[in-house]
């Protein structure tokens, strides 16, 4: 085993630092680093299970360019650069600077980031470079902006181990931030109270002290009813509020006007009148609140209001700059950070500064001593593909992001990349919904591969270090752009020897005519992004970086928490409230659309799956695509839990898996994000989604569309599971996940075959001499069993019947696991049933130890456990990364529920 690697996680915007190794074939030992002040040594399961992501199947491991029937033919980079960089000129040429795009990820290293926003805004003279970012960020970002005067997080984590209230709006931190909901649960556990904010009742919620589960999109009526409570209760720092801030005034007239009287705003919100006096009195009384924020709030038509709205109220206590105490905009991405301080975003520029201010372009300019600089906002996301589609923007360059998934109707843009002359895509997987339309694929290097930076949620910057070689012929992602850049006769100023080469150049800019002027006419322009302590950098030094918080001051310190001095980045150093009006989502739901569609994540899948789909671990907590609706509504629209149902908007369609239980309000229900085409037949969410954003930010409305959901009638359900993958052509619904040593299938079928055995024969491929086939068949119940074994070893295995009640998937993995099928284990797989009565230990709960939903239930109730704790001491179900701790509370409540009844 060689030395661990010190480096950092690359999914979420914790930013947890790893200790990686591989071995000499390439297996991956993960651990947390106890150095690392994000995590102190804590993994969620995600992190935990990085080991199984970084093999080499499914990878995109050299330059490919797509033939004119749809093949792709491998080439060398030479060939795949030159028609990036051909393409490109061609068509600015021909079209302009603005007819070329980039549409790139908070995925990327910070180093990878800067180049390519270098090359759009100062060499190609373009801002039409927007990222995934938009998608996430972009409403705290302009939120930030307006109340702050520069986009800037005040707060740290420590702050969350001093509040004595911790307020979470729109975020399932347990399940999306797991180890920064961990500092939560310890600081409760120190008497911290905390109130979550969430139409729904997720995981999070388990350990809430109270929950206000308000109508979707109704938060600035709360904030500015809270707002106007406050003031009303003389909860002010009127010292701060005069010596800090401005426009009080005006925010508060249109918060006591709108949401004065709390008994309009709990009718507005949906909730009890009772409950939200209780959150503002919890507000009102603790001096050290920290207000976290994410996708409830940023993806909303009214994201950046409601996110001033909350700052407001922050403002107005004096709440802010102080241990304990801020609002805190937690990022998603691993490097969100990061892309912002280099101005990855279409309407900035980069070290913090602002395209449309003369100033900022003439410093940037000058110095990257560029030929020219973007002088327009470039197109934001959504924008942006609708002008890929109407053939304004010719040339289309995506990096590290999959927007036929991820982006609103995304069906309309699958066909804004048919359309388009020149799709490229940078990615690290062969074959995404995205690169299916690319004409060149370029393939870059991962996680464990790559080497940079990224930045965390509370301004941590932190080096992302390899300990794993390149595969086949993957580049750097910054090395990628520069190839081309040289290409496009930028040689000299991407002529960078390696990632230390741009981090020390991005360090330089933040500092460049910042506080200090010169004699030589260029202006200076304050910002709080400063690096300079980290300009002079050697490249020995840059490779030992410690995680450091920015600012980071000439001695090479960092900066916990910001505003401490009262000063603010607007040009009077004073912070601004924002007059934030109510405004109801653009589209309600109507009679053809009676339900609301809200989307996020969970626990186990990161984003497209192109990394978490690969783990066995990971995918048997949620295997399935689902629509989780409340058993009302279910009745309503004709729909049963355990079967199929279509959601359908005016943008797009879906089929997924009806479930109940994950504490939906009626009118609503909740899908996830994370399947696309490479892991289901129908089950792209996005393409659902509404295209309307928000008015300041750009950010899509990612949390409401109005939907109806209808049956999908089906003729039998099934699933299988083979070692080998099976074709999935002809079925009309299928699903696949990766177990230990096999492929999951879950199918169904409009038509039942006429000899369902046959047709199990073929699909499993049982021919042959050695194939020994197995089969069970109840023609009455449409039942029918069978299992290809060869030298009694199991191969595949599929279960088919007209009902959705299959037997349980969990002890079948088993099976692939023994040399040898025994006699028990051939009846048991013919009866459908496990082999003893514990032997089914149900859905995954526990990741980390593999331990099912039946065998925590039966030890809470044999052993009568009533904690986490206790079911932890006897099963180490919780034990180890705590990501289902939530869960375990959830059982363990309703275990006590049904012995009570
Ligand atoms: N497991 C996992 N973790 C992740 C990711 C992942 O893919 N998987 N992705 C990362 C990324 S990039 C991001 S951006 C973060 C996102 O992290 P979160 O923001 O925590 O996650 P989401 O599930 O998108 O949505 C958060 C919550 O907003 C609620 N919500 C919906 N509408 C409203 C509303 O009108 N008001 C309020 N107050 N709440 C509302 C939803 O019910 C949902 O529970 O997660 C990061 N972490
Ligand atoms: N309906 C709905 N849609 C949403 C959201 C929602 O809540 N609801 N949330 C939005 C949010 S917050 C986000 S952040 C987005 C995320 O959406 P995406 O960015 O589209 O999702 P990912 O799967 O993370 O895409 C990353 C891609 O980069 C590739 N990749 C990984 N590492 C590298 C690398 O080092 N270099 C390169 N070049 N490629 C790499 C991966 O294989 C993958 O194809 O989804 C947004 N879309
Ligand atoms: S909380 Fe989990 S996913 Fe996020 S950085 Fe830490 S280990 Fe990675
Ligand atoms: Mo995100």
Redesign the pocket.
């Known amino acids: 085993m060689r030395e661990a690697v010190a480096t950092t996680c690359p999914y979420c915007g914790v930013g947890c630092g790893v200790l990686a190794r591989a071995d000499a074939t390439g297996t991956v030992s993960v651990e947390g680093d106890p150095a690392h002040a994000s995590n102190f040594g804590r993994l969620c399961v995600k992190g935990a299970a990085l080991g199984e992501t970084t093999d080499l199947r499914g990878r995109l491991l050299h330059p490919q360019v797509r033939e004119p029937d749809g093949t792709y033919r491998r080439v060398g980079w030479d060939e795949a650069l030159d028609r990036v960089a051909d393409g490109f000129r061609r068509t600015i040429d021909q079209h302009g600077p603005d007819a070329v795009a980039f549409y790139v990820?908070?995925?990327?290293l910070t180093e990878d980031y800067y180049v390519v926003n270098k090359l759009a805004k100062g060499y190609l003279g373009t801002a039409n470079i927007d990222t995934?970012s938009r998608?996430?960020m972009s409403s705290a970002v302009a939120a930030h902006k307006r109340a702050f005067g520069e986009d800037l997080v005040p707060v740290c984590y420590e702050d969350l181990a001093q509040a004595e209230l911790v307020v979470l709006v729109g975020s399932n931190t347990a399940w999306c931030h797991p180890v920064v909901f961990q500092r939560i649960t310890r600081a409760k556990e120190a008497g911290a109270k905390l109130v979550v904010i969430d139409p729904r009742f997720t995981a999070t919620c388990e350990s809430a002290d109270l929950h206000l589960p308000i109508k979707p999109g109704t938060d600035v009526w709360l904030f500015n009813g809270l707002l106007s409570f406050l003031f009303q209760h003389g909860v002010m720092d009127a010292g701060f509020v005069d010596a800090h801030t401005d426009g009080l005034n005006a925010a508060l007239a249109v918060a006591s006007a709108e949401a004065g009287d709390p008994a309009v705003v709990a009718c507005i919100c949906g909730v009890q009148l009772a409950d939200l006096l209780a959150f503002y009195r919890l507000f009102a009384r603790h001096e050290r609140v920290v207000s976290l924020f994410s996708?409830g709030v940023n993806?909303s038509t009214s994201g950046t209001d409601k996110a001033n709205s909350l700052i407001n109220c922050h403002l107005l206590s004096g709440r802010i700059g102080k241990p304990g105490a801020g609002p805190f905009s937690i990022t998603?991405?691993p490097n969100a950070m990061g892309g912002r301080e280099v101005g990855g975003l279409a309407n900035m520029l980069a070290a913090h500064m602002d395209l449309h201010d003369p100033v900022h372009r003439q410093i940037v300019q000058a110095f990257w001593s560029s030929p020219r600089i973007a002088a327009e906002p470039g197109l934001k996301a959504v924008a942006l593909f609708d002008a890929v589609l109407e053939g304004r923007v010719k040339a289309l360059w995506i990096?590290?992001?999959?927007?036929v998934?991820?982006l609103p109707d995304a069906d309309r843009v699958r066909q804004a990349l048919l359309a388009c002359d020149l799709v490229v895509c940078?990615?690290?997987?062969e074959c995404?919904d995205t690169s299916a339309h690319a004409h060149v694929r370029l393939p870059?290097?991962?996680?464990g591969e790559?080497s940079g930076t990224v930045t965390s949620s509370e301004r941590r910057i932190s080096r992302q270090r390899p300990f794993l070689p390149a595969p086949g012929e993957a580049r750097a992602?910054w090395r990628i752009v520069c190839d081309v850049a040289k290409r496009l006769g930028f040689a000299e100023a991407f002529d960078y020897a390696g990632p230390h080469a741009i981090f020390v150049e991005h360090a330089r800019l933040t500092a460049f005519r910042n506080h200090e002027t010169a004699n030589d006419g260029l202006p200076a322009a304050w910002r709080q992004l400063h690096l300079g302590g980290l300009a002079a950098l050697d490249e020995p030094a840059y490779d030992a970086l410690a995680p450091v918080q920015w600012p980071v001051r000439d001695d090479g310190s960092g900066t916990a928490r910001l505003f401490e001095d009262g000063r603010y980045a607007h040009a009077d150093g004073r912070a601004r409230f924002v007059a934030a009006c109510g405004r109801p989502p653009v589209h309600a739901p109507d009679r053809e659309y009676p339900l609301v569609l809200n989307?996020?994540r969970v626990r186990d899948q990161?984003?497209?799956m192109?990394?978490t789909g690969k783990s066995p671990r990971l995918a048997g907590h949620l295997g399935e695509p689902f629509v989780d609706m409340h058993p009302h509504d279910a009745l309503r629209s004709g729909v049963r839990e355990g079967e199929l149902a279509r959601v359908v908007s005016n943008w797009g369609a879906m089929v997924a898996r009806v479930r109940h239980g994950g504490g939906i309000l009626t009118g609503n229900v909740f899908v996830p994000?994370h399947w696309n085409a490479q892991f289901a037949s129908d089950a792209r969410?996005?393409a659902l989604?509404n295209p309307v954003v928000d008015p300041v930010s750009g950010q899509p409305e990612?949390k409401h569309t109005p939907v109806r959901v209808e049956p999908f009638p089906v003729r039998w359900y099934g699933f299988a599971f083979a070692r080998r993958m099976l074709p999935v052509a002809g079925l009309s619904y299928w699903t696949l996940i990766r177990g230990e040593q096999f492929w999951r299938y879950e199918i169904a079928q409009r038509e039942q075959p006429k000899d369902g055995g046959a047709w199990a024969r073929t699909w499993l491929d049982a021919a042959g001499a050695d194939a020994e086939w197995l089969e069970y068949e109840d023609a009455d119940t449409g039942i029918y069993r069978a299992a290809l074994l060869r030298d009694a070893r199991l191969e595949a295995c599929v279960f088919l019947s007209a009902r959705p009640d299959l037997p349980s998937r969990r002890w079948l993995a088993r099976l692939f696991g023994q040399a040898q099928l025994g006699d028990a284990d051939r009846a048991c797989l013919l009866a459908g049933e496990a082999p003893d009565a514990d032997g089914d230990p149900g859905p995954v709960v526990c990741a980390c130890f593999g331990v099912g939903r039946n065998t925590i239930c039966a030890a809470i109730r044999e052993k009568s456990l009533d904690t986490p704790a206790g079911v932890t001491a006897v099963l180490r179900a919780g034990g180890n990364c705590g990501s289902c701790i939530p869960e375990l509370q959830r059982l363990i409540a309703d275990a006590h529920a049904e012995s009570e009844a």
Do not use: E, Y
Not at 426 to 429: A, E, F, G, K, P
């Open positions: 990820s908070g995925q990327l995934n998608l996430c996708q993806q998603g991405q990096m590290g992001t999959n927007p998934v991820s940078s990615d690290i997987v995404t870059a290097l991962g996680w790559k992602d989307t996020g990161w984003h497209t192109t990394r994000i969410v996005g989604v990612f």
